[in-house]
């Protein structure tokens, strides 16, 4: 591999790690928020504990949250310093202000942690409120920057480099609401699967105890109606950002759907192959007129092929691939949830079906994924620019050599951290088991 | 002051408080790491009661660094970015597992002493490498054709290890310094005891290593020295502080039962101290970010920018010094909390 092969091995790995925790920051504490606002309402004591047991698996991930994301944001620097250059003189504001979002979460995380047997009820609510707030507003104003990347506006390019810098301009660019509304709610969304994940992994278990059972499940319900909601905003929000490809970034739209010849009335691909050098996608289930409906919500839009853009701009064919699967797990996961409501409905409080809670363990998982595919479509759907249409990304690379030994270190680092944080995780709950903390709460509740 | 000026003082301003912050930090990881809390004294225990709830803003204030140095300096990341791949990569490492390994090290008991040592030496270490950005800074090891570090040169210069001594020396001055404080907060007076007594015999330490890191400099970048010695006037002002403070660690107090000492006016002392001598440094250092390729005037962001980001950081600490004040109050003033267990 070349030095800027690995850069970008280098580079995407440490963002598909810090993703994984970064996504999870921003929604396990919105579920945590829920849980203690229940709680206000129902007075049911079950709740509280529900939040204490996923605030302390929070702390845990944000014990590498904070660090990896404080790695991308060095190795940013470090390892693409000319386009950083243009980050500096044009779209700082972000990364400036998402750090007063970083702190307010860190402060107030703290607070809840370490200091939640001295706070009043509502102060708690209080600081579980910043940290969502922190965590999310983080991850709108990171998604800025994304934005500008790939519709960069705010700024004159010249001869000698760039003038008239308008940075409120950069920061909302054309990408910009669609994008920050996807990745928020997708956090949400995720963040609610993954606590599904769990609860009905715990269901599957034989010996339960009856408040065990109404525990999780009730974790359960409430996750899924959370997620599934979450799921067809996502959606919605997923077809407002095709539009804007549709109207920014034609190529990415183009290379996501396999299509070469620009043309109204566009078939949408399913699935398949999309193979560039013979200009042709195979295997794929091609629905009439789809594709030109949703770019421009008319069956006459027209919309353009790869084939009107010289070849060294074409993204990769493997996007389709990316933009397909990310697709499919959004509605795989709509689907899934409106069938868990359903079967929860017509059972009233009673365990769902085993098999039903096996395919639900799947959810939290798949939703992970959806945003590891959603990202590498979007960072490698823009290449070859890392600023669309104004950097390459050879432009934007180091000059330092031998970049391959910080790949195997950092690939070891991420290793080792991903294997301690589950052995860290399962040892704690294995040590803090929910039926004795559960007879604890309800002995409390009834005395 | 010039658009340049004003941005290196924050800057600057932000490097110190992290120097302060990150010495207290990881210094109380080192003591954690030698106070074995199976023995007598609780002083690793204080150590960590400390560290838990507050690593995580110190380490916001690192990246608020490289952010406001990007956002800043936009011109200097290409040459920076590229001269301290190597140390800046290996703080990451080692910060990442520091980080994890502390969080972990609450919820698996199993594992404690394992993640102490983790914390320890790593406490050592980044420290370590943060410092060597200064020599790198100062000249002399960053080939002006390729900006890549010269590392041979780096490792066999006396220089480097001046500093060294000098930036571990005062990192662990200033953490007992400070948790000497805390245990008197805390009211735990053999803690006490002990980080009195290491903050006896670093801080006249810190000074010789200081002194010989000027000395050796002027082998390497005598500019440097040479602008140091033309702020003599704050060095002084500086050792006064220092001495100061150093005296208030031997005052008697009025009850004759308690410590001598009184370890928060030693700490605010040295914190000026280190302020000032601080402050000289940056002041000789200027008008170069990088020697001799970069000053910082060529560097600085676009005024647009420019302007945008002081709006933005008016805004930001009007919302969080509260939230920094309720936190202070929590952790480092309530005895609930300080004077637990
Ligand atoms: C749980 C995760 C998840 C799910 C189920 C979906 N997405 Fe998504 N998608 C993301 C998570 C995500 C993301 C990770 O958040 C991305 C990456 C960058 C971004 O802005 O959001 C993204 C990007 C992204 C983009 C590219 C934006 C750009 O490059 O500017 C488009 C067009 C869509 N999505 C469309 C959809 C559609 C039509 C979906 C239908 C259900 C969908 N996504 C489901
Ligand atoms: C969509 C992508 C991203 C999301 C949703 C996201 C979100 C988050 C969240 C929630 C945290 C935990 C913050 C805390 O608890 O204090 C975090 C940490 C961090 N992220 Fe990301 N992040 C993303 C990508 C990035 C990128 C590209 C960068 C680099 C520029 C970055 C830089 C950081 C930094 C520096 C931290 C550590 C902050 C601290 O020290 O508290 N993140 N991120
Ligand atoms: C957190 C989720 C993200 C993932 C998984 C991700 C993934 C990737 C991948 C795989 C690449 C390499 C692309 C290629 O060369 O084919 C890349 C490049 C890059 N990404 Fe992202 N990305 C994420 C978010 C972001 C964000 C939020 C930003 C900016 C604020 C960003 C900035 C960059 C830059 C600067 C590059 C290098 C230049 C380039 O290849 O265009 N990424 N990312």
Redesign the pocket.
């Known amino acids: 591999m070349d030095d800027l092969t690995i850069a970008r091995t280098l580079f995407g790995s440490s963002l598909g790690f810090h993703i994984i925790f970064a996504t999870l920051g921003v929604g396990l504490p919105l579920m945590i928020f829920v849980s203690e606002v229940f709680y206000q309402v129902t007075n049911d004591r079950r709740y509280t504990l529900m939040a204490k047991r996923w605030t302390k698996a929070q702390a845990i991930l944000l014990g590498v949250a904070i660090p990896s994301g404080t790695i991308v944001a060095v190795q940013m620097s470090l390892l693409w310093p000319q386009f950083m250059e243009m980050v500096g003189e044009v779209i700082a504001l972000p990364f400036q202000i998402e750090l007063f979002a970083f702190f307010l979460e860190a402060l107030f995380m703290s607070i809840y942690v370490y200091a939640a047997d001295r706070l009043s009820p509502g102060l708690r609510i209080l600081s579980v409120f910043l940290v969502a707030f922190g965590g999310s507003a983080s991850a709108v104003l990171i ?1 800025s920057a ?2 500008w990347m ?1 519709t960069p506006t705010g700024f004159q390019p010249t001869e000698g480099g760039i003038t008239g810098v308008r940075p409120w301009e950069a920061f909302f660019n054309p ?1 910009f609401a ?2 920050a509304f ?2 928020l709610i ?1 956090a949400y ?2 963040g609610a699967f993954v606590v599904a994940s769990i609860a009905a992994y715990r269901l599957l278990r034989r010996k339960l105890s009856q408040s065990e059972i109404r525990y999780h499940h009730r974790a359960l319900m409430m996750s899924l109606a959370i997620g599934g909601t979450m ?1 067809l905003i ?2 919605f929000t ?2 407002w ?2 539009q ?2 549709h109207d920014h ?1 034609p190529e ?1 739209l183009a290379a ?1 759907e396999g299509l070469f010849e620009t043309q109204s009335h566009a078939p949408l691909a399913l699935g398949g192959i999309v193979d560039l050098d013979e200009q042709k996608i195979t295997g794929a289930i091609e629905i009439p007129g789809l594709l030109s409906f949703l770019a421009g919500n008319r069956l006459d839009t027209v919309v353009k092929g790869l084939n009107d853009y010289p070849r060294d701009v074409w993204p990769p064919g493997y996007v389709h691939l990316l ?1 397909n699967l ?2 499919g ?3 795989l ?1 709509i689907l899934l949830s409106a069938l868990a409501g359903w079967f929860g409905w017509r059972r009233k409080g009673d365990r769902l079906p085993q098999w039903l809670l096996w395919t639900l363990t799947s959810t939290g998982p798949l ?1 992970v994924l ?2 590891e595919f ?2 590498i ?2 960072c490698s ?2 290449q070859p620019w890392t600023i669309y249409r104004f950097q390459r990304t050879a432009d934007a690379a180091t000059q330092a050599g031998d970049l391959w030994v910080w790949l195997v270190l950092f690939l070891s680092l991420y290793m080792l951290l991903l294997i301690a944080t589950v052995v860290i995780m399962s040892s704690y709950f294995k040590r803090h088991p929910l039926a004795e903390e559960l007879e604890a709460v309800v002995a409390e509740g009834n005395g | 002051m010039s658009d340049a000026i004003w941005a290196i003082s924050i800057t600057w301003l932000f490097v110190f408080i992290y120097a302060i912050l990150g010495s207290v930090d990881f210094g109380a990881g080192f003591w954690g790491l030698v106070y074995n809390p199976r023995e007598r004294s609780r002083a690793g225990e204080i150590a960590n009661r400390f560290l838990s709830p507050t690593w995580e803003v110190t380490n916001v204030f690192l990246v608020l660094l490289v952010v406001t140095i990007v956002a800043f300096f936009p011109r200097a990341i290409a040459p920076l970015g590229t001269g301290l791949l190597i140390p800046g990569s290996l703080v990451l490492i080692l910060l990442t597992l520091r980080s994890a390994f502390m969080v972990f090290h609450y919820s698996a008991l199993r594992f404690r002493s394992t993640l102490r040592i983790v914390s320890g030496v790593t406490g050592l270490l980044i420290p370590s490498l943060l410092v060597i950005a200064l020599p790198i800074l100062a000249g002399g090891f960053i080939d002006p054709e390729t900006d890549r570090l010269l590392v041979g040169k780096l490792l066999s210069s006396p220089v480097t290890y001046a500093y060294l001594a000098f930036g571990l020396s005062s990192e662990l001055f200033l953490s007992a310094a400070f948790l000497a404080d805390y245990s008197r907060e805390a009211e735990d007076s053999s803690a006490y005891a002990v980080f009195r007594k290491y903050a006896l015999w670093l801080g006249p330490f810190t000074l010789a290593t200081a002194v010989l890191t000027v000395y050796l400099m002027g082998r390497q970048a005598e500019w440097l020295r040479d602008h140091i010695l033309e702020e003599q006037g704050w060095f002084l002002l500086s050792a006064i502080a220092f001495l100061l403070g150093y005296s208030a660690l031997w005052w008697r107090r009025k009850h004759p039962e308690r410590e001598r000492g009184f370890p928060r006016v030693a700490f605010v002392c040295f914190i000026l101290q280190f302020a000032l001598a601080s402050y000289a440094y940056g002041a000789a250092h200027l008008p170069y970010l990088v020697y001799p390729t970069l000053t910082v005037e060529e560097s600085v962001t676009n005024p647009a920018m420019f302007d945008s980001l002081l709006i933005s950081y008016a805004v930001g600490m009007a919302i969080l010094v509260p939230g920094f004040i309720y936190f202070w109050r929590l952790f480092l003033k309530d005895k609930r909390y300080v004077g637990r267990g």
Do not use: P, Y
């Open positions: 998604t994304n934005a790939n990408s669609s994008s996807h990745v997708s969304m995720t799921s996502t959606a997923g077809h950002a095709g804007v490809l970034q990415k996501a933009f990310m697709v797990s959004g509605v996961l939703a959806a945003i959603g990202w479509f979007t759907g823009r």
